[in-house]
């Protein structure tokens, strides 16, 4: 009509444009904040530099012992003496890590040792050990890599004395062993995430729904028993590859490997670094001052599949130096954790906490033939010959490499204390 007033349509071309760009405005201001849930108030945090590790595999390199000889970089060499012990005289192995008892023909992979470039590893004394350990407490805190690694150090102190178990969860995952003649205590924390998590799994460990895990909230089965421990030893990382809910200031802030279309993946490698800041925070900033461990990243050696899906590993030798370095998944977790304990170093240097690198990674790498495979049960072949039998190529085989782990931990802990050998 003549003399009215003519109206803009209600969604003309320029509504619409303003409208998208207000939107847009909105999603990156989100994803802004998500991020800064993700990585506010912690050390080094920069997720600008997490999609750069994506399909990355850094160099493995080689840790300086303050001007000492390197005693994580070295070969494995043909060693005719043998292990410490046997699966029949250490009473302490759990039957999936019991290689010989159930069935494994093969033994070569009894008879190595890790030789450091241009020095020695002095082997395992456990007498000497147990004197430094009189009246001492030691906590295992990680995942079941750990229950394997304790089991070799009470295999390796049974020589001089049994412990007695007064302790164990209802599942049996974290333990308490007690040295009645020493007054010394070894403790496993089984912790996975060494963070606050939900597992939602049925009797048999499969997943009914992804984990919740809480980034900036530590377990407390570890944190609440922390002040009694002379010695602790840390480690995390495989089970960061679940598929998980992560939640920051107790909100979600994304997800890997969910079926939420409405949550960010944030893939693997941001919420370990962050798990890992959150521990480092703890550590550095308590009164109590143990000798703190942080062992690194554990290779498996699955081939022609994973554990889910056919991966077997079979070979009965070592690898030569150069001959296999690892997935590239290995270099990236082990960059990670390297670079977040560089950071807590520089922490503990102004808070007095006491910090030393466990890197079993490159000696572990080069040994595919050390995990229980199919040996994982008893007498998987009995039956069928060609039973399609599922292995394992994380754990290792008891008696086995994880052994040197523990030579590790005594030459650290003796030079650290100037405890001689001889």
């Known amino acids: 009509m003549a003399g009215d007033e003519v109206q803009e349509p209600r969604h003309s071309p320029l509504r619409k444009g303003l409208y998208t760009l ?10 802004t904040f998500t991020y800064y849930l993700l990585f506010s108030n912690s050390s080094g945090s920069d997720l600008t530099s997490c999609p750069a590790f994506a399909g990355s595999s850094p160099a493995i390199s080689r840790r300086d012992q303050g001007g000492q000889c390197d005693i994580f970089s070295g070969q494995w060499l043909s060693d005719p003496s043998g292990p410490a012990y046997t699966n029949l005289s250490c009473n302490f192995i759990e039957s999936p890590q019991n290689c ?19 020095c020695e590893l002095p082997p395992f004394d456990p007498f000497k050990f147990m004197d430094a350990m009189k009246d001492k407490t030691w906590a295992y805190i990680g995942d079941s890599i750990f229950r394997n690694h304790m089991q070799s150090m009470i295999c390796l102190l ?93 909100t979600t802030v994304g997800c890997h490997n969910c079926n939420n279309h409405n949550l960010k993946e944030l893939g693997v490698y941001c919420p370990y670094r962050k798990a890992l800041q959150t521990v480092y925070e703890f550590m550095t900033s308590s009164d109590h001052k143990p000798l703190i461990f942080f062992r690194t990243w554990t290779p498996d050696h699955f081939e022609y599949g994973e554990w889910f899906s056919g991966g ?57 033939d050390g995990h229980p495979g199919p040996y994982r049960t008893f007498n998987p072949f009995d039956k069928d010959k060609t039973a399609k039998v599922q292995n394992d190529c994380l754990h290792w085989c008891l008696p086995g490499p994880i052994d040197t782990w523990n030579e590790l931990v005594m030459k650290i802990l003796f030079d650290e204390s100037g405890i001689s050998y001889s």
């Open 100 to 118: 010989l008892r159930n069935g494994r023909p093969d033994k070569d992979y009894l008879y190595w040792r890790w030789k450091p470039y241009g």
């Open 158 to 250: 049974s020589k001089v004395e049994e412990p007695v178990e007064v302790y164990h969860d209802k599942t049996y995952k974290s333990r308490t062993w007690y040295f009645v003649n020493h007054n010394f205590t070894i403790s496993l924390i089984w912790t996975p995430f060494l963070v606050k998590s939900e597992l939602f799994e049925d009797d048999e460990g499969k997943a009914k729904s992804e984990v919740h895990l809480h980034l900036d909230i530590l377990d407390d089965k570890w944190t609440s028993q922390y002040n009694k421990y002379d010695y602790v030893i840390f480690s995390g990382g495989q089970w960061f590859l679940k598929a998980m809910i992560l939640w920051v200031h107790n």
């Open 312 to 368: 077997i590993c079979n070979r009965t030798r070592p690898y030569s130096e150069g001959e296999y370095n690892g997935k590239p998944i290995d270099h990236v977790m082990r960059t990670i954790e390297i670079e977040e304990f560089d950071k807590a170093t520089l922490m503990a240097s102004k808070s007095g906490a006491r910090l030393k690198l466990l890197d079993t990674f490159h000696l572990s790498v080069l040994r595919p």
């Open 22 to 31: 207000f939107m847009i405005f909105i999603a990156i201001l989100s994803i």
